[in-house]
């Protein structure tokens, strides 16, 4: 069991970039989970994945941020046109089904927005 | 919608001692899952401890115990003989049975551990 890892670990790009998140799940695990974390407070959900579909998005996730898991393996997680208030750490989490199965979490990807 | 409260941002313990980090919660459901996750500096987000709403006995994983009570929607973790490796940020989580795809966090509390 390797974990979720993400990639990079850290990302600073300027305002209006383009930017994309990796995240490898742990193999077996069909969900995997996208948060955003501000400084003092806890995740919040932004969308989730079962296998390749994506099956809910949070209100937060506006139209400038697109999630993909193309083979239900690896996510990626676009920001376009970024800005200040994007910057964040942002967590990728796995789980097998059902709920009551624990998520697991990834070391997460912070970004800075200069 | 489900809130998830922890109303206190820091707590701090002496090495070996006892320390209890409250958490409230707000649900109109009967069936849930609550969560204690430990986040330390710089590193990523770990499982301390599960409860599963049904259940009344309260979860034990080691020096970790959680005091679960249903009817006031509290839901507090208790570290026993604190060590320096339980310093960090402590998150409460609370996850529907029927709408699986939301976990809400807690704005969670940082536990200092004096030697």
């Known amino acids: 069991d390797t974990g979720v890892s993400q990639n990079p670990r850290h990302k600073i790009t300027k305002r209006g970039q383009n930017v994309t998140f990796r995240c490898d799940p742990i193999?077996?695990?069909?969900?995997l989970y996208w948060y955003r974390q501000t400084l003092g407070q806890g995740p919040e959900f932004l969308t989730y994945f079962q296998n390749e579909a994506q099956l809910e998005k949070s209100r937060l996730l506006s139209d400038r941020f697109s999630a993909e898991r193309p083979k239900g393996s690896f996510s990626t997680l676009e920001i376009q046109r970024t800005e200040q208030g994007d910057s964040a750490m942002y967590l990728c989490?796995?789980?097998?089904?059902?709920?009551?199965?624990?998520?697991?979490f990834g070391d997460g990807t912070r970004l800075s927005i200069l | 919608a489900q809130t998830v409260t922890q109303s206190q941002p820091e707590m701090s313990v002496q090495e070996a001692e006892t320390v209890t980090l409250s958490c409230t919660y707000d649900?109109?459901?009967?069936?849930?899952?609550l969560f204690w996750y430990k986040q330390p500096p710089s590193r990523q987000m770990i499982l301390v401890i599960r409860q599963e709403a049904y259940k009344q006995q309260n979860a034990t994983e080691n020096r970790f115990s959680v005091n679960f009570q249903k009817a006031a929607k509290s839901f507090s973790l208790k570290i026993s003989d604190s060590q320096l490796g339980d310093a960090a940020m402590y998150f409460c989580?609370?996850?529907?049975?029927?709408?699986?795809?939301?976990?809400?966090f807690g704005a969670g509390t940082r536990l200092t551990v004096k030697p």
């Open positions: 649900t109109s459901e009967s069936d849930y899952y």
């Open positions: 193999s077996e695990h069909n969900r």
């Open positions: 989490a796995s789980s097998l089904a059902p709920s009551n199965q624990p998520q697991h």
């Open positions: 989580a609370y996850r529907s049975k029927y709408n699986n795809n939301d976990m809400r």
